[in-house]
């Protein structure tokens, strides 16, 4: 009878960790490269001198493009070579940093933003795929992509305490010349540490996929995020954005499932917990995004704090879900994935319950606990929910795969900014319907201005009344983040219980294993 055990995966050796640290270095500058400017914009707006409207497209077109590009680039380095690719992006991201750094023009600045965002693209998917093919062992991979995750929201934490000291010794541009070193380091590292990967029988680049894509996704982002910051203005362009995106959306998936050499294997999508990771990460990636903006705001506008002390307030969301991340490898020597990402949700279930009975007289302490708790209790989820799409990938999809977990994560955050935030938008217009100040029946901030208009009782009524619509919309908020954690520990407890009948490849985290079936050197 012959003998089916499977031989255990090969261990990393010190090369392969010496190669994560330098992987980490990309991850970190392209989760910085995202919050940094939001401190950089009043000065760069004085000195170009940028309308409202090219002030937008400044914050904004790195997002678009990274999340446009994701899909595309994580194919292209399954193709080419994610080393390559990376070593690509790497370079691309300097240029662009430079041109960006020294931009004499708001259109300038907006070119240099949207190519650091297709360079930021080629970036994350090839160094997840890459820690995919480095690290075998399931245990020394898990522990691999929770150092990247850390990285990811380390660099997001970052940003804007590195950018303000920048800030106040040096001109705007000193932001993005930040990354430039970096990125230097990784071109020299790189081709030394990193092996190169790529799909020996991967065939040429669908461009018309490539543009279906972008045309799914960018009007899609588009959309929601003009929901999430929309005024009195109609929403009709940005539901009409958001049709167009499902339409091409619709139309890709059919090519995809029709050439041979699509951009996008969706027959991944047929294991059902590499799918159900998708969308359990996608959900909480909302929960979380959607609850950040309420709470950012509470602290600043409910509780009258300055942004330093705000900020200072605001540390525990980045600490709570860093040492989710990193205790995650440790928990799972001792307990099953499934137990574990389900203890975190009710982490989470427990932060967003007592986020629901907060008051407009509640300290930010309390607001604060609920955040870091909510944080700490997805780190689970993305650590494992990422290890197990990308370990069920085989080996020459990891970057396919690697990019639907990034454009997954980056959805969701989008979706959750703009659905909660109008969720919360809805029940302060409604609590302030009644108010006698036209001017401030739409937004908190509006209130606020106001007041600044009015006799002193006058202006303390009109404050309470807005503070108290805010904060109910803060409650409902919280309690639909109680529902969307309900759904993704169902979603987990179903999906990760079963059995499937699919290779060790696609099996639980505890257990991935994969036959390399790449081409290497």
């Known amino acids: 009878m012959s003998d089916t055990t499977q031989a255990p995966a090969p261990l990393a050796g010190p090369r392969e960790w010496l190669g994560l640290a330098a992987l980490v270095l990309p991850t970190l500058l392209v989760a910085f490269d995202i919050g940094v400017l939001f401190l950089a914009l009043p000065h760069l707006s004085a000195d170009l001198g940028a309308t409202g409207t090219q002030q937008l497209w400044i914050t904004d077109i790195y997002g678009f493009m990274l999340a446009g590009f994701l ?3 994580g194919t292209l380095g399954d193709r080419i070579g994610r080393r390559k690719l990376l070593m690509i992006g790497a370079g691309s991201f300097v240029a662009a940093s430079l041109l960006a750094a020294f931009s004499t023009s708001p259109l300038m600045l907006i070119i240099a933003r949207a190519l650091l965002g297709i360079a930021g693209a080629t970036l994350s998917p090839s160094t997840l795929a890459l820690i995919s093919n480095m690290f075998r062992d ?6 691999a992509i929770s150092l990247w995750a850390f ?3 380390g660099g997001a934490a970052l940003g804007p305490v590195i950018g303000g000291v920048l800030l106040q010794h040096f001109w705007w541009g000193s932001v993005f010349l930040l990354g430039a070193p970096v990125m230097l380091l990784l071109l020299i590292l790189g081709p030394i540490l990193l092996p190169e990967y790529r799909d020996a029988d991967a065939k040429r680049l669908d461009l018309i996929s490539v543009v279906l894509s972008l045309a799914a996704i960018l009007p899609v982002v588009y959309g929601t995020k003009q929901l999430a910051t929309g005024d009195d203005s109609s929403p ?3 539901l009409l954005a958001i049709a167009v995106g499902i339409v091409f959306g619709v139309v890709f ?13 969706l027959g991944l999508l047929r294991n059902v917990r590499f799918s159900s990771s998708l969308l359990a990460m996608l959900l909480a990636s909302g929960a979380l995004a959607g609850m ?5 705001q509470f602290i600043q506008s409910v509780r009258g704090l300055d942004p330093a002390e705000a900020g200072l307030w605001q540390a525990p969301t980045g600490v709570g879900i860093a040492i989710g991340v990193l205790v995650t490898p440790v928990i799972v020597r001792r307990i099953q994935s499934r137990t574990a990402i389900l203890g975190g949700l009710v982490l989470c279930f427990i932060g967003l319950a007592l986020l629901s009975t907060v008051t407009r007289s509640s300290s930010a302490g309390l607001v604060s606990l609920s955040v870091a708790l909510v944080a700490l209790g997805i780190g689970p989820m993305f650590v494992l929910g990422t290890s197990l799409v990308v370990g069920a990938a085989p080996p020459e999809k990891a970057g396919s795969a690697a990019s639907m977990s990034e454009t997954s994560n980056l959805l969701g955050s989008t979706l959750g900014l703009a659905l909660l935030g109008s969720v919360g938008a809805a029940v302060y217009q409604s609590g302030m319907a009644d108010s006698s100040v036209a001017g401030a ?3 908190l901030a509006e209130a606020i201005a106001a007041a600044a208009g009015l006799s002193g009782t006058q202006a303390q009524s009109l404050l ?3 503070r108290n619509a805010f904060t109910d919309g803060l409650n409902v908020v919280a309690i639909v983040g109680i529902v969307v954690i309900v759904i993704v520990f169902a979603l987990v407890w179903t999906t990760m219980r079963q059995k499937a009948a699919t290779p060790p490849a696609a099996a639980d985290p505890d257990s991935v294993t994969e036959t390399p079936a790449v081409t290497e050197s």
């Open 71 to 73: 899909i595309t680039m």
């Open 138 to 143: 399931p245990k020394q991979m898990g522990t």
């Open 151 to 153: 990285s990811n929201f």
């Open 236 to 238: 009709v362009g940005a």
């Open 253 to 265: 998936i059919r090519r995809q499932l029709r050439v041979p050499n699509a951009l996008l294997d």
């Open 292 to 296: 950040g903006l309420l709470t950012s």
């Open 441 to 443: 029946r739409q937004t």
């Open 464 to 466: 309470a009344t807005a």
